[in-house]
């Protein structure tokens, strides 16, 4: 008896098609790195190849899942916006995969013919070339034989609806240079949805994607505009056992939680080595079990955490299924969804369900 995310691909394609109809006729790119957000990379390309999207895109972090993307099948320009390693180049050009140029030494490195994605520095500091020598290392990309796909960048404060430094990274990009037929792209999930100015030629979107807002203050301000997104994943844990402690015992390790009263406890088979965090413990975290809520006690072991279902859930029994919340589960750890999601670990069983409707 084992914790297993229960992922609904059908809820994955439709949040992808409300996202792309928002921002056409900008090209709806799904960014699926990170085992897209913790869903499983293969599963989740499928079901949106299949879901006939028009003109989908997919980007990824590395080389690595592009690769297992195209030999699954997937037929989709796919683009990688992670560095790219001297060894992986011949594999990426096999495979038809557009590369990102983050400095102006990358073009040299790139196969005759490989499509690439030139990356401006408008504000984030962490890849890209700066926007006055951009018209550099697309002559370099010239030079080499390379195909410019693409310019683009990355926004720095868009989950934290900072309109005017958002403003001023889109006016950066705008200004820069770009070949005809090259996208022009800045827009993840909270500006591509909230902003339309923003969308530019290509919108990525990622956690949205999963039906996740980017943000609490993405949701709120968002919330008469009419997006809809469905959580694709289900954290599902069953008990494994039950004991009563009684008052003045302690439970778990470092007795940090004492009963103060005859105490009914569930033990779940969930543990931070199963993605669920050690700063989520000590009664911050409530879990749903049925139509009942109870907190984890005590701290977050490896392998199990613990619950006091005294009140709450008081005929719990060996076999119960406890439902985690992501959202929850970030609150309660200090983070963000998107920290919980990437973290799952590929050990933890995925079960899929999918129509292909």
Same mark, same amino acid.
């Given at each position: 008896?084992?914790?297993? @995310? ?47 999207? @028009? ?90 034989? @390379? ?35 090259? +996208? ?14 923003? #969308? ?8 949205? @994607? ?65 993605? +669920? ?7 911050? +975290? ?20 613990? +619950? ?8 719990? #029994? ?40």
């Amino acid at each position: 008896m084992r914790a297993a @995310l229960e992922i609904d691909l059908d809820a994955i394609v439709q949040n992808a098609r409300g996202l792309a109809a928002r921002v056409a006729p900008s090209v709806f790119c799904a960014v699926v790195k990170s085992n897209a957000y913790g869903h499983g990379l293969v599963p989740v390309g499928k079901a949106l190849s299949a879901a006939a999207i @028009l003109g989908i895109r997919f980007a990824v972090f590395s080389a690595e899942e592009g690769v297992l993307l195209r030999d699954a099948g997937i037929a989709a320009p796919i683009s990688i916006v992670g560095p790219v390693a001297d060894d992986e180049l011949a594999d990426v050009a096999d495979a038809g995969i557009e590369c990102p140029v983050l400095d102006e030494t990358d073009a040299a490195r790139y196969r005759t013919g490989t499509g690439v994605h030139v990356k401006v520095d408008t504000g984030v500091a962490r890849f890209g070339i700066r926007p006055e020598r951009v018209a550099i290392a697309i002559e370099g990309c010239r030079a080499a034989g @390379l195909r410019v796909a693409g310019v683009y960048s990355h926004l720095a404060n868009a989950e934290d609806l900072d309109e005017a430094f958002t403003s001023r990274q889109v006016g950066v990009l705008r200004s820069a240079p770009a070949p005809d037929g090259a +996208l022009k792209h800045i827009a993840a999930s909270a500006a591509a949805i909230m902003w339309p100015q923003t #969308r530019l030629d290509m919108v990525r979107c990622g956690i949205s @994607l999963f039906g996740h807002w980017p943000s609490a203050a993405v949701r709120s301000n968002d919330a008469s505009s009419g997006c809809s997104l469905t959580p694709a994943l289900r954290w599902v844990a069953p008990v494994v056992q039950t004991r009563v402690v009684a008052a003045g015992e302690t439970v778990g390790y470092g007795c940090d939680f004492v009963a103060q009263r005859p105490t009914t406890v569930a033990v779940l088979p969930l543990g931070y080595a199963d993605g +669920l965090p050690r700063a989520a413990g000590g009664a911050r +975290l409530l879990v749903s079990i049925g139509a009942a809520r109870a907190p984890v006690i005590g701290r977050i072991c490896m392998n199990a955490c613990m +619950l006091d279902v005294t009140d709450a859930v008081p005929g719990v #029994r060996r076999g119960d299924v406890a439902l985690l919340d992501v959202d929850d589960v970030a609150r309660a750890a200090g983070t963000i969804n998107y920290e919980i999601l990437a973290r799952l670990p590929a050990s933890l069983e995925r079960r899929y369900t999918w129509d292909r409707s």
